[in-house]
């Protein structure tokens, strides 16, 4: 099968999200689309899964034109789509999760599920997922239900399928088994379309790359000669330094330390599992784990939003355990949220508002019962230039930034005051290469001004780049700690990822 | 940095404005759909389109023909902008506040009994002691609700709607009871309220019989006042923030609970003091049901509006000279005012449903849906 898409163009009003896109997919291929973040992968996914259309170009398979109004007739043409959030009902099995929407019935209207159990056993044993067709999939990990997600393409018959972003919620572990099943598809005569910004993976995996910027295709890359660092050039159309320029930590006095915390469910279930770490001023403290060990309880209990079952959480030797958000705030706490569109910011409110979210009430902003939105937009635009937030006025809506924009917004709202404690999770998540190196290079620059930073990351790159020391999370505990890269050596990666998985630190 | 005040990025965020565009002209295409959709519905009942042009006619000139004409139009407008200010600050904070009714009766009965039975009081004191009350007793009323969402999370619809129900038959029972009821009657009717509690006529010098009292300058004074409390002061920045993402107003560290207590209060106060305007400048006493469901117009007027005071103040003013041009249309072409309701809910309809409205208006002017369709 042949897949091309010539001279796609889709606008939303004055914006040129594709530009004139010429893509070609081939059975037994795997093209990697690399971009930035609103570099337009997505829209051309959209326009090529029937979710949204084109506004010129067309699409052909196997040298005819097609038109999609809908995914339904993308999937009838062989074109499945494994979305970054899984797209699956956790209380039922595997195989009514993959027939659901296509049921095959048997007489009038009755549910055949062993025909659908056997499809599932076949799928999975000709592409090596190894998947059991009744478990249910809330009892899954992750990157099984990713392949189940998989073997619900596969069952329609795709024949090009599009990953967007998928190992994102993968251990490393998880990652390799993921490559493993995608080349064995590539061998069966899948075409495979993969859209990320991970680098690495690109060079890994891809037989072809095409890169995304602005809206344009602006280069091919051959992976077998290419670098990471080519390749994030390409992408961000400038030189990007790739790891953050770190000078070895100068830790001083603890800044933050836990103490034996835990958090307990109302059911009963223990999120979290006597904690005990200190970050000290000057350095950086990286949490790594795979989502769901505990880290979003963490974060939680350390900003103010979770109260402890037992335990103590101390910031310079003073107990703020049952401080609220805003007292320890004041402290000298600033928190970048995991996920920066419900906590982070107020998407409808305008980037001035959002940069006064947490400090609105000071002097500097109020007078009485007053704002001074005089002050405040001054203050804004000041933040806005001092981190790259690139916007065209401070009145605009959050919701028109960028991921990385935004990002930047919370970022510059935390670090523009006197700060002891910086908390942050997920800091690049969702954000573009070129912001990325931005953020890293504040976050250091504050651990040099002897704040105390503490990263709390699924992405282990960035735990990598940044940590001066490595904490691993598992299971609701802290179950390894590891030096961080320096001059003098690289963190055992593989020895972090069996800890991320649960497995016993190999000393 | 010099010059602070010319800053690039202070420029004016233009897509801001095409929106306040297309929101103003999706409301007018609305009004003008509802009218189009009520002349259809009447000619469906049999009425002639003679006599449907007349209705409208009358209508008009019954909102807006005479001074007469708009000093109903702007009686009827005030408690609805009150109340409707009351629905929409509380929506602004996240809470659909569909106690308006009840806190209305509260506050009405409240200023009802401060209007007669306090004596004594020159008009300066009285007056404005008598409004006050009508706003605590209904920020009261409200209060129950927001206290109960903000510690124990209990739904705010459901319980405002209860409220209602307890404030209609708390008020039915104070009026046959002594001391609110009238010396000397057996029927639910309040004591008149004192003339030194009584909101003065404004246009009774032209003629007697203009209804039209100073509650008007107070619902736009108030307009301004919740204007300015939601965007310039610390309290609504919180009621904005905590209605546009309260996850986002947690993690910045606001009190959410504090913020809904507190916008249901003030939502009640306003709804309070829509009846205390009712009592004390329209009816001059309290007799059962006096809320006239204003209350739950005032629901209607604050989504019309967007929850904006402004366009709270406006959609106000459109449903006021409903109403008033609804009465000269009946007594006119004859038709019952009950087109009027009709109305009333075919533009919340065609406000509700964009899509549709566009669709429609797209199709009737050529061109416009090409551009509608341009901005996602």
Not at chain 1, 245 to 272: F, H, N, T, W, Y
Not at chain 1, 363 to 387: K, T, V, Y
Request: glycine fraction near 10%; hydrophobic fraction near 50%; charge should be neutral.
């Amino acid at each position: 099968m042949l897949v091309e898409l010539e001279g796609i163009t889709k606008r939303f009003g004055s914006f040129t999200a594709n530009d004139r896109i010429d893509l070609t997919l081939r059975s037994g291929e795997i093209v990697c689309l690399l971009g930035e973040n609103g570099a337009g992968k997505t829209t051309l996914m959209n326009i090529l899964y029937g979710l949204s259309r084109a506004d010129e170009g067309v699409i052909k398979i196997d040298g005819k034109p097609v038109t999609f109004d809908s995914p339904k007739d993308a999937i009838k043409a062989g074109i499945g789509m494994v979305h970054q959030h899984f797209m699956l009902v956790p209380v039922f099995t595997v195989a009514e999760n993959v027939v659901l929407g296509e049921e095959p019935v048997r007489g009038l209207d009755r549910l055949d599920l062993k025909s659908a159990r056997q499809r599932v056993e076949a799928i999975s044993r000709q592409f090596g997922l190894s998947i059991n067709p009744d478990a249910v999939v809330e009892d899954l990990p992750v990157g099984v239900q990713q392949r189940v997600e998989i073997v619900k393409i596969l069952y329609r018959n795709a024949e090009v399928l599009i990953f967007d972003e998928p190992t994102a919620v993968l251990t490393p572990q998880e990652v390799d088994e993921f490559f493993t099943i995608v080349r064995t598809m590539r061998e069966q005569g899948k075409a495979i379309l993969f859209i990320t910004h991970k680098l690495r993976e690109v060079l890994e995996l891809a037989d072809r790359i095409d890169v995304l910027r602005l809206g344009k295709l602006v280069g091919h890359a051959d992976p077998k000669t290419a670098d990471t660092r080519e390749l994030a050039a390409l992408m961000v159309g400038r030189p990007v330094e790739l790891t953050a320029a770190r000078s070895i930590a100068a830790p001083k006095q603890p800044a933050l330390r836990l103490e034996d915390v835990s958090v307990r469910e109302p059911k009963g279930e223990l999120l979290l599992d006597r904690i005990g770490f200190e970050v000290r001023a000057g350095e950086i403290v990286g949490i790594a784990g795979v989502q769901g060990n505990g880290q979003t309880e963490l974060i939680e209990v350390i900003a103010g939003l979770r109260e402890v079952t037992s335990g103590r959480v101390l910031m310079a030797e003073k107990d703020v355990t049952s401080m609220s958000p805003r007292q320890r705030h004041k402290l000298g706490l600033a928190h970048v949220p995991e996920d920066r569109q419900r906590f982070g910011i107020v998407p409808p409110f305008m980037i001035t508002e959002n940069m006064v979210l947490d400090c609105y009430y000071e002097p500097q902003f109020s007078w009485g019962p007053m704002l001074r939105w005089d002050h405040a937009n001054i203050a804004a635009c000041e933040r806005a230039e001092d981190f790259d937030v690139r916007t065209s006025s401070v009145f605009a809506p959050a919701r028109t930034l960028s991921g990385g924009n935004q990002q930047k917004v919370v970022l510059a709202r935390g670090m523009s005051r006197p700060i002891s404690v910086f908390l942050a999770a997920q800091p690049t998540r969702g954000v573009d290469v070129g912001s990325i190196e931005y953020i890293h290079k504040r976050i250091v620059e504050a651990r040099d001004h002897g704040v105390a930073v503490l990263i709390i990351s699924t992405e282990l790159d960035e735990i990598l780049a940044l940590s001066d020391r490595i904490l691993v999370m598992y299971d609701g505990r802290i179950t390894a700690e590891f030096e961080g890269s320096s001059a003098e050596g690289a963190v055992d990666i593989a020895a972090v990822g069996v800890a991320m998985g649960g497995g016993a630190p190999a000393a | 940095m010099s010059g602070l005040s010319s800053h690039r990025l202070l420029a004016p965020f233009r897509d801001r404005q095409a929106s306040l565009k297309a929101t103003l002209g999706l409301t007018a295409a609305s009004v003008v759909l509802a009218f189009v959709a009520g002349a259809l519905i009447m000619l469906a009942t049999g009425i002639g389109p003679a006599r449907i042009g007349l209705a409208y006619l009358s209508m008009l000139t019954g909102a807006f023909g005479s001074l007469y004409a708009i000093s109903e139009t702007l009686t009827a407008a005030t408690p609805l902008i009150l109340a409707g200010l009351g629905v929409a600050i509380a929506f602004r904070c996240g809470l659909f506040n569909i106690g308006a009714e009840g806190q209305l009766l509260m506050g009405g009965i409240a200023a009802v009994f401060v209007g007669f039975a306090v004596k004594g009081l020159p008009l300066a004191i009285h007056l404005p002691l008598a409004l006050l009350a009508g706003a605590v007793a209904g920020g009261l009323w409200a209060g129950i609700a927001g206290a109960l969402k903000a510690k124990t999370g209990a739904h705010e619809v459901i319980t405002t709607i209860m409220l209602n129900f307890i404030a209609l038959r708390l008020v039915d029972f104070l009026l046959t009871n002594p001391p609110i009821q009238k010396a000397g009657r057996n029927d639910p009717i309040s004591q008149d309220v004192l003339a030194s509690a009584t909101l003065p006529s404004i246009l009774d010098w032209i003629e007697p019989h203009y209804r039209l009292n100073a509650g008007i300058f107070l619902a736009v004074l108030v307009t301004g006042l919740i204007y300015w409390l939601l965007f310039h002061t610390k309290i609504g920045f919180e009621f904005r923030t905590v209605g546009a993402s309260p996850d986002a107003a947690r993690t910045a560290g606001i009190e959410i609970g504090r913020s809904m207590f507190l916008s249901m209060a003030v939502a009640g106060a306003l709804a309070g003091l829509a009846g205390a305007n009712q009592v004390l400048g329209v009816l001059g006493r309290a007799s059962p049901g006096f809320s006239a469901g204003i209350g739950f117009d005032a629901i209607a007027v604050a989504l019309l509006g967007r929850g904006h005071p402004v366009g709270v103040l406006l959609a106000g003013l459109l449903f006021g000279a409903l109403e008033a041009g609804g009465r000269h249309m009946q007594s006119q072409a004859g038709i019952a005012l009950d087109i009027v309701t009709i109305l009333q809910a075919l533009v919340l309809v065609f406000v509700a449903a964009p899509a549709l409205t566009r669709a429609i208006t797209g199709r009737l002017v050529p061109g416009r849906a090409a551009r509608s369709k341009a901005t996602p």
